[in-house]
């Protein structure tokens, strides 16, 4: 039984590997430490399927040490221990490589417990991961590695790797695979940078096309959509792109780009996350449109509570409607900033005690010399304001509201100057 076409597939040198030029290509850092032969503990960090595995494979063939593959779910101490034993025979002659996936499923002792061996040289570790590792790798681990961050392979690399999966099933079936013009651009656009599910949607595709009398296969658009529209996004709710993604979603809002603002709606969208859509919208409209446009923040409540009493598909209708409003809605984040002072004083014990006017008291205690409360109520006065202390006396002259140059916070600004005098 042949292995799968994506293990099949799997370059045996540099050359051969898509994508990474940035750390593979020529004179880059990666590609002369493998060359050099000499090879450090490295964490290679990067979503799944591109070339992670297939460039730790390399290594370990180019420096003719032993390969050892581990996984982070299913791996514990023994097996490290395990492997560290066989350097008494024939196959440590030349030192052991370790390759460890998804090493942010071992907690801190399992990772400790990788210092002694990666410290002496006992084990090469080459470990891998989805997540950021400098959340995610113990520090004295990370300390003695050296990160290289793997990125999604563009499309043009994915349409490389596509045609070669092509040409290697049409070798081992011993027929002639057509295919329909865009089978290849679909795959390759629709797997989300990851060469392994583009693999896989290739072998799919040939396995549903039919045979013709003449031993020819045909592989049409239509399966190769029907067998590749689930892999379009890449996505986590726990893990690191799910944060760039509503990251990005908000930045591009607070930008004033509707274009890109609609682009992350719809792969949070897409991903059945419309529960942070509705939170990221509420934050930036309040966060960064603010007083520039505060009606603002009910219209955006209201597209959101639409939202989600229709559900999907309807609920995308009115959540582009806020997105495409708090996109292009003047901005403003003096609110923000005039909170966000605030609560550092407070959180650093500046708040003294209120004045006496203000205290929802209607008695005084023996020591007070002046009785009364002694509030002016703004209501009585010309205007309806009056002038008096609302500050607590270490903090009278404290300022936190600066008013933006947008024209609502402006008018509010000029109209107060004007009635206080200032």
């Known amino acids: 039984m042949l292995p799968p076409l994506a293990e099949r597939i799997r370059p045996k040198n540099l050359d051969d590997v898509v994508g990474q030029e940035h750390i593979l290509g020529k004179d880059k850092a990666l590609r002369k430490i493998i060359d050099s032969g000499e090879i450090p503990n490295m964490i290679f960090y990067g979503p799944s399927g591109v070339g992670k595995t297939t460039v730790a494979s390399i290594i370990a063939q180019k420096t003719n040490k032993t390969l050892r593959k581990l996984n982070g779910t299913n791996s514990s101490i023994t097996d490290i221990k395990n492997i560290v034993n066989e ?5 440590g002659i030349n030192g052991i490589l370790l390759y460890l996936d998804e090493i942010q499923y071992f907690n801190k002792k399992q990772q400790q417990s990788l210092l ?9 570790l080459i470990a891998s991961t989805t997540e950021n590792p400098y959340f995610y790798v113990y520090n004295a681990l990370l300390s003695r590695s050296t990160v290289f961050e793997f990125k999604p392979i563009n499309s043009y690399g994915i349409k490389k790797a596509v045609q070669r999966g092509f040409d290697i099933l049409s070798k081992d079936k011993c027929k002639k695979i057509v295919l329909e013009p865009n089978v290849i651009d679909i795959i390759a656009n629709s797997c989300g940078g990851d060469v392994r599910k583009s693999i896989n949607s290739v072998e799919l595709s040939v396995l549903a096309s039919e045979t013709d009398n003449s031993e020819v296969i045909t592989v049409t658009d239509e399966y190769a959509k029907q067998l590749s529209q689930s892999s379009s996004s890449r996505y986590d709710k726990e893990g690191d792109t799910h944060y760039d993604i509503i990251s990005a979603f908000q ?38 449109v603010g007083l520039a446009y505060p009606q603002i923040i009910p219209i955006v409540k209201s597209c959101v509570d639409t939202a989600l009493q229709l559900g999907m598909p309807e609920a995308q209708l009115p959540l582009a409607d806020a997105v495409i409003l708090v996109a292009q809605a003047p ?38 010399q002046q009785k009364g409360q002694f509030y002016l109520y703004p209501h009585n006065y010309p205007n309806r304001w009056v002038q008096q202390q609302y500050m ?31």
């Open 87 to 91: 350097l008494s025979g024939f196959e």
């Open 116 to 124: 002694e061996y990666t410290e002496n040289g006992t084990i090469t």
């Open 251 to 288: 930045k591009s809002m607070r930008g004033s780009d509707p274009d890109a603002s609609l682009h992350y709606l719809a792969r949070l969208l897409s991903s059945g996350d419309m529960a942070s859509a509705c939170r990221r919208l509420l934050a930036c409209a309040c966060e960064d």
């Open 331 to 368: 901005k403003s984040n003096s609110a923000h900033d005039a909170i966000i002072e605030a609560m550092k004083d407070v959180e650093n014990g500046k708040i003294g005690e209120i004045p006496r006017h203000l205290q929802n008291k209607h008695y005084d205690g023996d020591d007070v």
């Open 392 to 422: 607590p006396d270490i903090l009278k002259y404290k300022n936190y509201y600066k008013p933006a140059e947008n024209k609502i916070e402006q008018s509010f600004s000029e109209y107060w100057k004007k009635i206080k005098n200032i």
